[in-house]
């Protein structure tokens, strides 16, 4: 028997400012009251910006190089997603407390709910972020193959929600500004997926050497060639093919669905660009980070 879609708000609530997923923020204790630990190193991004991506990239560089030992679990379990929570079926925190120093967090969150913990400690942190146009025709996608998310119904009508900050995680605007804030200080990387295709060579290097080691040629081609759009479309430890379908059914859309700058261009009619482009003014007026939208 098939579940039946649950209404939006029956999954999504407001939580102190933005929307989020009601089964994370029942426990919120939980995470408000995470302890981090100095060598922690935390990926932020907002959904659907690449985080899958450069999470393998960190964890190569943490295993040196060795594919073998990054196959050796997906990647949901080798960088656990702190916030993450469905009762005693998923829990972010509880996979975090159980790692070994040193742990790699991946989140979801603003700066201003990432527990005080990290910036008490003075954590690394990686935020990275793609463009908005890109990122909603992933989330798109994402909201058709996630089974417990309601219909996002048409593109059009979505688009709408993620203008209005009334899809998981909130304004996509408010997220980057407020982490492009943070990137002021040194122990937070802002980086851009754009540039990650336009030249990942030197967005590697930048990753090593942010992570304190450094880049020999010999590990940057291991990095580079491991960590490409087919060979991680390929690897079941990095695809979510290790996911249940119940969770995520990727018959629907994959998870390593098309990895391109521009798909944007596939999705938007002219209008709907018109007008999104124009919100988008408004809301980044006072910013000064600017996106590529093409390469
Ligand atoms: P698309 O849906 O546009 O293809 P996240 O990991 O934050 O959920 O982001 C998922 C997006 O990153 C998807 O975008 C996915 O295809 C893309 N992605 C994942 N690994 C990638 C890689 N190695 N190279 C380029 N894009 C990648």
Redesign the pocket.
Known sequence: METPVPEYYEIFGEFRGILLDKRFTKYWDDVETFLARPDDLVIA?Y???????VSEIVYMIYKEGDVEKCKEDAIFNRVPFLECRNEDLINGVKQLKGKESPRIVKTHLPPDLLPASFWEKNCKMIYLCRNAK?VV??YY?FFLMITSYPNPESFSEFVEKFMQGQVPYGSWYDHVKSWWEKSKSAHVLFMFYEDM?KDIRREVIKLIEFLGKKPSEELVDKIIQH???QE?KNNPSTNYTMMPDEIMNQKVSPF?????VG?WKNHFTAALRERFEEHYKQQMKDCTVKFRTEL
Not at 47 to 53: E, I, N, Q, R
Not at 256 to 260: D, Q
Request: net charge positive.
């Open positions: 991004t959904p659907k910006s690449g985080t899958t991506w890109d025709v992933s996608y295709k960590t490409s759009f991680m390593m669905r098309k990895g391109i798909d």
